[in-house]
């Protein structure tokens, strides 16, 4: 099954109020998908040259601050770290490939879970509602996320199965259905020089749309070639800095429900998820109609 | 069981503290007894299953939007929605009517043997799949392939009409007032007859929707997918 969940605050004064108004949506989407979650959160870009990564490590023992000034010895560069839970983001002046071969070097090495300059990723394993506290998802503040509640139907049960999914910076993926021929478009783009996180098929559909924008297109463009190439059901809700995206494959075979006020856009796969928004008995609700690109500008 | 309001004729009950599975307990087994006329749910906000299974003559108005299966099974109650409604409204619809104010989401009707579904606004795809008897009348446009596999009833759709409708259609009969995007395999458009236009008109008027029934056409089964061709080389 799996539940997406998505919300797009339009007043930037009004940013400090995400995380309370996602809380109980991305709780209730939680009967769709029990057994891990995640969070993408887009905020005003990290300042200067920083970056943000989003970090991950089980256990909840990891000696974030420790990772940060043995960071800051070899590669002589400052940085901060900011600790939740098992996650933690580091803010640093430093290239995604770069922090990716140090971290690998690192032992115990934790899991980047995202890149960017506006964006942060929460996922863990677990039941939606305790991985909400844990990372007090109602304290969030920001212009827009994306969410997600999974439900296993093929690969492993762990944090980084998790959607959402992240590729390249400020790009992030959330998938409710699932994919037939997630191996080919692995092959294809194995070919061309990617590499994967993991053996999920939604990993597949993220590498390939980010891939396809990376070759000049837009991201319409890249969903449109994503649709003659992707085989299976999808309802496909993604993010950048800049806006929000949602897609249903051609036979709208998994739900996805839209409110739109003058103060927000909503979007979960069930109007339950929806149905305690403030304004939402005077707001705009509609169902997406199969193949057809839906995108909110922040 | 606490309620809003209770007198002879009406009993209003709050889904919100109450929950479904005891919503749907007290329709089934407490207010057959009480002679109830009317039953009003408020707060239903979405949740699945609501007022599913009943079998007593009884009005029920729910007073917002429904998930997914309401009225499910519904046998000779009068249902109203004052929203919209999930996936599967009055599925297995056996007698009574459900009518939505607002929009349905898919498989409207799906496989409902009996009474009226009237959906005011829009219905999503595949509205009044495999049905096999009862009416359904919806005021705007209906998604791709609706009336698949119908077997018997009758599907009215006042405005457009999505790709492959009637799909590998039965003896199910199909009214459209507006544009058909593309009919499926083995459904053809046929011309209105006399009765065809009583038929219409009738729908309408059960539905309390107005209309011209002459601006209808007809789509029902060509019938070449009942029987086996070995001819054809399996091309089909």
Redesign the interface.
Known sequence: MCGIVGLLIKDPSAGDSLGKLLLPMFECMAERGPDSAGLAVFNAPAPGAQRRYSLFFPGGAFDWQQLARAFTAQTGKPCEVRCQANHAVLLADVEPAELKAWLDECDPAPYLLSAGRSMDVYKDEGHPAVIARQYRFDQLAGSHCVGHTRMATESAVSPAHAHPFTAGEDFCLVHNGSLSNPYMLRRKLEAEGLTFETDNDTEAACRWIEWRMRQGEGLDQALHSAATELDGFYTLLMATAGQLTLVRDA??CK?AVVAETPGYVAIAS???????LPGIEEAD???P??EEIYSWKR | METLTSDRELVRLDLASLGVRRLNHYLHHELPRTGARRVEIVNP????NIAVGLDCPVQVDVRG?G??FLAGMNKQAQVTVDG?V??SVAENMMSGSVRVRG?A??CAGASAHGGLLVIEGNA??RCGISMKGCDIVVGGNV??VSAFMAQAGRLLVCGDAGTGLGDSLYEAVIYVGGRIQGLGADAREEPMTAEDLEQAAELLRRAGLAGDPRRFKRVASARTLYHWNADAHQEY
């Not at chain 1, 069930?270 to 305690?276: Q, Y």
């Not at chain 2, 906000?45 to 699945?48: C, I, L, S, V």
């Open positions: 036979f709208a739900p069930e109007f339950r998820s929806l149905a305690h609700i509609f169902e109609l199969p | 906000a979405g949740q699945h939007h998930g997914y919209n999930g996936w929009n989401s898919q999503a795809s998604g791709h």
